[in-house]
């Protein structure tokens, strides 16, 4: 089946320390994009990439770092520097095209930082 | 992007039609509309989309007025299984990112 994974499904750290986590999709599309939610809240576009080795800040980047080494994988470490990193992160991918862009979600990863 | 206004909850009864609003009174000429929902604890899932003409699919239909300040979505039978945060979303034709806010929450009641 094809879709985008995101493990684990609930992460717990101690302060202080880094963390990655994991997105992979096998739909075969160029673009990736990580977003933040917090309770009851929107997402909020964290990094996102159109192309492989390459990427974007979003709207919320600071204390965030991403990596397109391939196009079916774009972790992001969420770094000791993110001052409040308990939050549910979501990945998604598109094909960006002209007039249409349709984006898929994984599950998300519910991070707690103890 | 043109910024979304949606009413932050609305109620509907199994089985009746559920017609979600949302204004967009600064959308551009080149700007789609794009409705996602999410069920609680999951990742959003794209719904429809339209530009100026009336659209539907199997999930639901999506009307926008003539002047295309504003935008219906409309679930025609909605279940239990459509309680979820809709979201409204403008973007450009030619950019890939989505801004999200914070969306309707639609509760249908038995």
Same mark, same amino acid.
């Given at each position: 089946d094809g879709g985008i994974t995101q493990s684990p499904k609930y992460l717990f750290r101690k302060e202080?320390?880094?963390v990655t986590l994991s997105c992979e999709q096998n739909l075969n599309h160029d673009a990736m994009y990580w977003y933040r939610q917090d309770?009851?809240?929107g997402l909020r576009l964290i990094y996102y990439s159109q192309i492989v080795n390459d990427f974007q800040k979003g709207d919320i980047a600071e204390g965030?770092?991403?990596s397109r080494e391939k196009k079916e994988s774009f972790p992001l470490t969420v770094t000791s520097a993110q001052k409040n990193p308990t939050a549910f992160y979501l990945c998604a991918s598109s094909i960006p095209a002209l007039n249409y862009n349709e984006q898929f979600f994984g599950p998300g990863t519910r991070l707690t930082v103890l | 992007d043109a910024k979304t206004t949606q009413p932050?909850?609305?109620d509907c009864a199994e089985g009746r039609a559920a017609n979600l609003p949302c204004n967009h009174s600064t959308i551009s $000429?080149?700007?789609y509309v794009y409705w996602y929902r999410q069920i609680h604890s999951? $990742?959003?899932q794209y719904i429809i989309h339209g530009l100026k003409n009336n659209e539907t699919n199997e999930m639901a239909s999506l009307i926008i007025t003539e002047d295309r300040k504003s935008s219906t979505l409309i679930l025609p039978h909605a279940t239990l299984r459509d309680t979820?945060?809709?979201y409204c979303i403008v973007r450009e034709t030619s950019g890939s990112r989505l801004t999200f806010g914070e969306g309707t929450q639609l509760t249908v009641n038995p």
């Open positions: 202080g320390q880094n309770p009851g809240q965030y770092s991403v | 932050t909850s609305m $000429g080149n700007e999951q $990742g959003p979820a945060v809709y």
